[in-house]
């Protein structure tokens, strides 16, 4: 087991570009999530799927963040355009189906945008 | 979503066990305890879970009170390596978890 594969693990950026940061979840698990993680505001859920469609979207910051999960192995996380405070750590976790299942995390992107 | 409490900060002997504590008096009936940990730039790693019964693995124990208003994590060893921020979760089954400031363990050699 792989775990959960996040890419790329770093990114620097300028503002105003687009950005998209990519996630693999653990094989056969149903629940994925995005998180983003900085100094002032801790970790943030951004949105969570499951069987691949959004059912809360309540923690995106705004219109300029988008997510997408395309098929059971594959999600996106889009910025654009994106800004000096979107700069922090963005964590995709995963959870099988199964009741109170803990959700496991990757090791994050780091993303900075100058 | 129940709200947890939990110390800013704790320093713990190298070798000696580590009690984290956590306050969730509004937890429901339908909601587990869920321990998480970070090491500093590293993702959110697992640690256990329990819904009414204590719990134990290779990890950690889970002490949950009957009223299950608090609960205690155990690290019944502590190594350097144990040097993490906490966070204590109530979670409804499947649902959100989300994140509060978290326990800040120290662990000194």
């Known amino acids: 087991d ?3 594969i996040q890419s790329p693990r770093h990114e620097v950026t300028e503002m105003g570009q687009e950005v998209t940061l990519r996630c693999k979840p653990i094989s056969g698990h149903d629940y994925l ?10 970790l943030e859920l951004l949105i969570y799927f499951n069987n691949n469609v959004p059912i809360d979207d309540s923690g995106m910051p705004e219109d300029r963040f988008s997510a997408k999960m395309p098929n ?4 996106t996380l889009k910025i654009q355009p994106s800004e000096p405070r979107d700069s922090a750590v963005y964590f995709c976790a995963s959870s099988p189906r199964r009741d109170s299942s803990p959700l ?4 994050g992107t780091r993303l900075t945008v100058t | ?22 306050n969730h008096s509004t937890i429901s009936g339908n909601e587990y305890v869920y321990w998480y940990r970070q090491i500093h730039s590293q993702g959110p790693q697992y640690i256990i879970h329990g819904l009414k019964n204590n719990e134990t693995n290779e990890m950690a124990s889970l002490i949950i009170t009957e009223d299950r ?3 205690t994590l155990i690290l019944p060893h502590a190594t350097l390596r144990d040097t993490a921020v906490y966070y204590c979760i109530v979670r409804p089954n499947t649902g959100k978890l989300i994140f509060g400031q978290g326990t800040t ?3 000194k050699p």
């Not at chain 1, 999530?33 to 900085?38: G, H, K, L, V």
């Not at chain 2, 110390?7 to 580590?18: F, I, L, N, Q, V």
């Open chain 1, 104 to 107: 496991h995390f990757g090791n």
């Open chain 2, 105 to 107: 363990l120290q662990v």
């Open chain 1, 2 to 4: 792989a775990g959960v």
């Open chain 2, 1 to 22: 979503d129940a709200k947890t409490t939990q110390p800013t900060s704790m320093d713990c002997a190298e070798g000696r066990a580590a009690n984290l504590p956590c």
């Open chain 2, 69 to 71: 208003k608090s609960s």
């Open chain 1, 33 to 42: 999530f995005w998180y983003r993680q900085t100094m002032m505001r801790g």
């Open chain 1, 72 to 75: 059971a192995s594959f999600s």
